[in-house]
């Protein structure tokens, strides 16, 4: 019999072995968007990484967006979209068109995904238990500050909820709908509640989960950097090399960092297993962004 093929496999459980010692109890934050929420491929490998960390002692939290979704639904309500500044302006016929998209249809979508792997998922938005406070975002038209309509700006993440549920045996999932002063709801980045939700729970890792394979060193490169800095990241910025859509995500990273999370990673969503392929290979798969390039192990390849 050959064992060659066996090894291999013990091989790859063996190289998993330090990062699993290292984030065992701890909490990792997933933000899950792209075309891993539309692809039933991709929808399955990511479940399977999520309930994965679970079961080997770890707290993922789940937050995900629903651009497709909405649309789909604002067309059904002969509802048209417009945007400023890449933000989706957002009226009263909006935002109740996308809480209930978000909250009612993709949300427990996710948690029933989850819950057929094995997992035990909990849908959460927001609203619940005042979980994201916020109020009325504004930007900057013609030169004047004004609102896009109920579109929010993160005050305040009450984090009690989430380290009850995700340090027991549950997985919270949670839709990026906010609430403001007086109760209204208001539609929210869910990368930006990602971020804020991974630096209130003090997370070890934050994870977003994109359409891009990662951050870089040229626009015309093959390759991507494998590790980051906050300094190297404004260097970056600075030289024009990280540009355009990518700006915000690694600058959301370095806020999450500078905020007390241990960890951040842009990875492409495109790619099955691709939270498992980053955490626990010495290589990863995406661009880690961090304080200080730091070593969980000494075979890991961060140059």
């Given at each position: ?222 390759s991507i950097i494998p590790a980051l800095t906050i300094d190297e990241v404004h260097d970056l910025i600075n030289r ?32 099955p297993h691709c939270i498992l392929l980053e955490i626990f290979t010495y290589k990863g798969i995406g661009t880690m ?15």
């Amino acid at each position: 019999m050959n064992y060659d093929n066996l090894i291999k496999k013990a091989e790859i459980l063996i190289e998993a072995l330090p990062y699993i010692q290292k984030l065992y109890g701890k909490t990792v934050v997933i933000k899950y968007g792209g075309n891993a929420m539309i692809n039933d491929e991709l929808k399955n490998s990511v479940m399977e990484d999520i309930t994965l960390l679970k079961y080997i002692g770890m707290n993922p939290v789940l937050v995900h967006g629903g651009g497709p979704d909405i649309n789909k639904a604002l067309e059904i309500y002969n509802i048209k979209s417009k945007f400023v500044n890449g933000l989706r302006v957002t009226d009263s016929q909006t935002i109740e068109v996308a809480q209930m998209v978000l909250v009612g249809k993709t949300n427990k979508e996710i948690v029933s995904m989850l819950n057929r792997k094995g997992g035990k998922a909990i849908g959460l938005c927001g609203i619940d238990g005042n979980l994201i406070e916020c109020e009325q975002y504004k930007t900057e038209i013609n030169g004047e500050m004004r609102d896009i309509g109920y579109v929010g700006t993160i005050t305040k993440i009450n984090s009690k909820v989430l380290e009850l549920i995700s340090k027991d045996e549950y997985i919270p999932v949670v839709a990026p709908i906010g609430v403001g002063p007086n109760g209204e709801s208001y539609n929210i980045n869910a990368d930006t509640v990602a971020g804020e939700i991974a630096a209130a729970l003090k997370a070890e890792k934050l994870m977003l989960l994109t359409d891009v394979e990662g951050v870089k060193p040229s626009k015309d490169s093959d390759s991507i950097i494998p590790a980051l800095t906050i300094d190297e990241v404004h260097d970056l910025i600075n030289r024009k090399i990280i540009d355009g859509g990518m700006i915000p995500k690694v600058l959301g990273c370095v806020d999450a960092l500078e905020k007390g999370v241990g960890r951040t990673h842009i990875i492409d969503g495109r790619i099955p297993h691709c939270i498992l392929l980053e955490i626990f290979t010495y290589k990863g798969i995406g661009t880690m962004i961090m304080k200080e390039k730091k070593l969980y192990h000494e075979n890991e390849a961060l140059y």
